[in-house]
C-alpha cells in the first residue's frame, strides 16, 4: 500500500511455470508465499489450480451460495484458500472474493476458519454491504480463536454500515481518474504539483521490462506532459533500487523522497534527500537517525511551506502500532534536529499514511486503517491548535472508497481543485485521480 502498502513489485524470477508439475507450482507459491511476494505466489497457485481443474468455477465472484459445489480434496481446499490469501494481500478483492467462497462452499471453514472473515473484507472491499456484514457476522458467532480477528471483523461490520450511510449522502464532489499518460500498467500515485508541472510516482514498466519497479517521473507542461523518469547522479548500484513519494522545499531545489531495495529476504525503506544544482539532481543523502531508524521503514516525507517542519510516516519504536505520522523540526538546511509521534489522536494501532499539511489554515490530511471510515485506507483531515490536534474528520464518499484512498495534494490553481491515489478502479493497482469540489460553487 494498498500499500500501501502501499506498493507492490511484479517479478516472476523462476523458469516456465506450464511445465511444472503440480507438486512444483505448489512449491512454487509457497516459496513466493513465505517470502511475501503475493503477486508471485498468486502466478504459481493459479497454475496449481488449473492443473487441477478448479480454476473455471471462480473466475466470477460472489456466485449464488445455493448453487454449491464440494471440493473433494484437501489439496483443492489448500490451493483456493492460498490463492484467496495471495490475492487479498496484494489488495486484488475481486479474484480474492471467488476463491474464499470456494473454500466455504466445499465445507472448509473448519480447516481455514478465518476463511469466512477474509471472505467478508473482500466483500466490503467490492460494495457488497449486506453481504459483507452477513458473513462477518456468522464469523463471529462461530470463531473461537484469537479475539483481535473478531476485533476486526466488528470493525469491518462498522465500515460497511458506515459506507452504506456515506453512500446514501455523498459529498458534492466530481471524482474522475486522470487520463492520458498518467495512469499507465502498473502502480501510478502520489502526485505534487509545482507551478504547471507534476511529479508523482510509478511502477510502470519501462524501455519493454517486465520489471515493476517505482520511480519518480515528472511531467512539464513544455513538454506536453509526457512523463519522464527522474534520475539521480548516484553511484548505488543496487540493481532493483525504487523510489517514490517525493516533496519539496520552498524554492523547489532539495526533494525529500522515500527510497527502498531488497537485502535478502527483508526490505530496507528510508527518506533521502538530492540537491538541483545545473539542472541536476545530486547525489541522495540518507536523512540522519532522527528520522532514519535502522530495522525499521520510514518513508513518505513532507515538508511544510515555511521548510520548517518535516512530517513523515514510520514504525519506528514510541508510536501507537503500525506506521504512524511523526514530525521533525528542520535546522536551515533542512536536517531534521528531532522527532516526535503525533499522538494518539492522529494515529491508531492500524497504519497511517500519506500526511499532507497545509500552512495556511493547519490543517493535516492524510490516510488511515484505524479509524471510522468506508474500508481500506481512508481520507481524514485534522486542524492543529496550539499544538493539539481536533478529532480526525473523514472525508466522506466518493473522496472515499471501499478500497485504499491516500496522497490527498491540492491545486494550487484552483481552490476547488485536488488530487487523491486511489485502487478504486482497479484489481491490484492504485491509480492518480482528479476531484472537483461542487460544494462551493454558486448555482
Not at 508439475?21 to 493459479?46: H, I, M, P, V
Not at 492460498?82 to 471467488?98: F, V, W
Not at 478465518?114 to 458473513?135: E, K, M, P, T, V
Not at 476485533?151 to 492520458?180: T, W
Request: aromatic share 16%; with cysteine; proline share 4%.
Amino acid at each position: 500500500m494498498k500499500a500501501v502498502s502501499f506498493i507492490f513489485l511484479i517479478v516472476l524470477t523462476f523458469g516456465r511455470a506450464d511445465a511444472q508439475d503440480f507438486t512444483s507450482s505448489r512449491q512454487l507459491g509457497d516459496r513466493a508465499f513465505r517470502n511475501k511476494n503475493y503477486y508471485e505466489a498468486a502466478y504459481y497457485y493459479k497454475i496449481a489450480a488449473g492443473q487441477m481443474n478448479i480454476g473455471k468455477q471462480v473466475e466470477t465472484p460472489f456466485r449464488d451460495v445455493h448453487k454449491k459445489q464440494k471440493i473433494a480434496s484437501p489439496d483443492i481446499a489448500y490451493i483456493s484458500y492460498m490463492l484467496a490469501d495471495s490475492y487479498r494481500l496484494y489488495e486484488n478483492y475481486l479474484q480474492a472474493e471467488g476463491w474464499y467462497d470456494q473454500v466455504l462452499k466445499g465445507n472448509y471453514a473448519t480447516k481455514y476458519p478465518l476463511a469466512r472473515l477474509w471472505y467478508g473484507l473482500c466483500l466490503r472491499a467490492n460494495q457488497h454491504f449486506d453481504q459483507s456484514i452477513s458473513q462477518l457476522q456468522q464469523f463471529i458467532t462461530t470463531f473461537r480463536g484469537d479475539s483481535r480477528y473478531a476485533a476486526i471483523a466488528n470493525k469491518e461490520i462498522a465500515s460497511c454500515r458506515f459506507a452504506k450511510q456515506q453512500y446514501k449522502f455523498p459529498v458534492q464532489v466530481k471524482l474522475d481518474k486522470m487520463q492520458g499518460p498518467w495512469n499507465s500498467d502498473g502502480s501510478n500515485y502520489a502526485i505534487v504539483k509545482r507551478g504547471q508541472n507534476f511529479w508523482f510516482t510509478s511502477s510502470r514498466a519501462v524501455n519493454g521490462s517486465k520489471k515493476h519497479l517505482n520511480a519518480i517521473y515528472y511531467a512539464k507542461m513544455a513538454d506536453g506532459y509526457k512523463p519522464a523518469m527522474v534520475s539521480f547522479n548516484d553511484d548505488e548500484k543496487r540493481s532493483e533500487l525504487e523510489e517514490g513519494t517525493p516533496s519539496f522545499n520552498s524554492r523547489g531545489d532539495k526533494m525529500y523522497f522515500t527510497r527502498w531495495y531488497k537485502a535478502g529476504s527483508k526490505t530496507i525503506y528510508a527518506i533521502y534527500t538530492s540537491q538541483l544544482q545545473s539542472g541536476e539532481w545530486t547525489q541522495p543523502q540518507k536523512l540522519n537517525a532522527n528520522v532514519n531508524v535502522d530495522g525499521f521503514k520510514t518513508i513518505q516525507p513532507f515538508i511544510t511551506a515555511d521548510d520548517k517542519r518535516l512530517f513523515f510516516i514510520s514504525n519506528k519504536p514510541g508510536g501507537q502500532g503500525g506506521t504512524d505520522i511523526w514530525v521533525s523540526d528542520l535546522d536551515k538546511q533542512g536536517n531534521p534536529l528531532n522527532s516526535r509521534n503525533l499522538g494518539k489522536m492522529i494515529n491508531s494501532p492500524f497504519d497511517e499514511e500519506a500526511p499532507y499539511y497545509s500552512q495556511a489554515d493547519r490543517k493535516l490530511i492524510y490516510s488511515s486503517k484505524g479509524f471510522l471510515g468506508l474500508g481500506g485506507y481512508d481520507l481524514y483531515e485534522s486542524t492543529e491548535r496550539a499544538g493539539r490536534w481536533s478529532t480526525p474528520v473523514n472525508m466522506g464518499y466518493p473522496i472515499n472508497s471501499a478500497k485504499d484512498d491516500l496522497y490527498y495534494y491540492p491545486d494550487h490553481d484552483n481552490k476547488n481543485k485536488f488530487y487523491v491515489s486511489s485502487d478504486r478502479a482497479s484489481e491490484c493497482c492504485i491509480e492518480l485521480f482528479e476531484v472537483n469540489d461542487k460544494r462551493y460553487e454558486l448555482s
